[in-house]
């Protein structure tokens, strides 16, 4: 018995199909060629040929179970333990090491208890150092209080060179040895057309070193500020009411 096969022949140029007879004897024969293909490529998916994935899968779909392993206890020996340091052990050498070290090292300087002259309160103390420069009489002298007073005056005034030429220190008495008043004397601004032997009543301090250089306001500028005002309004309220 002969049966045909229609058969596509694939090539890169053209593709073409033709009929084959083939006998009872030659299907059985090809059936038993493929047969034995297909169970060689089974036999090495399932060999050691098997791809590493297809093993994961396995595993996870419990084809393939993993077998169970028992946890083995591991008993160290009785010297050997002796012989290990635990971390408790470590810290506590680190610790005593420490300890050992900061015994060693030697006590901080400290000055010598005694009376001595303070330069800054121009006393003698007899409390150490460390005390007295926390006292409250040594910060009181540390107080910006003692700064050098400020005259207003610069190296450009005539009397201020006058003074540095003759050997006067800015800050010191106008003194021979530097003593004197330092600070200068408070003045009152005078608005008055009073004379100089006239009752004034109590002096006092009214204006600082920068006002007493402002300009003074005379009579003929004031009115002229008040009809600029005047002017200003007029010009406000017309411009409201337009």
């Given amino acids: ?13 053209n593709q073409q199909s033709e009929c ?17 293909t297909l169970e060689g490529d089974r036999a090495k998916v399932e060999g ?3 791809p590493e994935p297809w093993k994961t899968f396995k595993a996870l779909t419990g084809s393939n179970p ?29 610790i005593s090491n420490a300890l050992c070290s900061s015994s060693v090292k030697p006590p ?3 000055s010598p208890p005694g009376p001595y002259y303070c330069q800054t309160c121009n ?6 150092v460390e005390i007295h420069s926390t006292s409250i009489p040594h910060l009181l002298s540390l107080s910006p209080g003692r700064s050098a007073p400020n005259y207003g005056l610069d190296a450009t005034n005539k009397g201020f060179q006058m003074l540095q030429d003759q050997g006067w220190t800015y800050g010191t008495g106008l003194g021979v040895d530097e003593q004197g008043r330092q600070q200068p004397i408070a003045t009152r601004l005078k608005r008055d057309r009073r004379g100089v032997g006239g009752e004034t009543g109590r002096k006092r301090v009214t204006h600082t070193l920068v ?7 005379t009579k003929k500028r004031r009115k002229e500020l ?12 017309a411009y409201m009411n337009s």
């Fill in 66 to 94: 993993i077998p169970f392993v028992l946890a083995q206890h591991r008993i160290q020996d009785a010297q050997k333990a002796e012989h290990d340091t635990s971390s408790a052990e470590i810290y506590r050498l680190v």
């Fill in 123 to 128: 006393s003698p103390h007899s409390t150490p």
């Fill in 48 to 50: 050691k040929e098997r």
């Fill in 108 to 110: 901080a300087r400290t």
């Fill in 211 to 217: 006002e007493a250089h402002v300009e003074r306001v």
């Fill in 226 to 237: 008040v009809e600029k005002e005047r002017n200003d309004r007029k010009e406000l309220l």
């Fill in 20 to 36: 084959i007879d083939l006998t009872t004897d030659d299907f059985q024969e090809i059936q038993d060629i493929t047969h034995q």
């Fill in 1 to 13: 018995m002969a049966d045909c096969i229609d058969l596509t022949i694939d090539d890169q140029h």
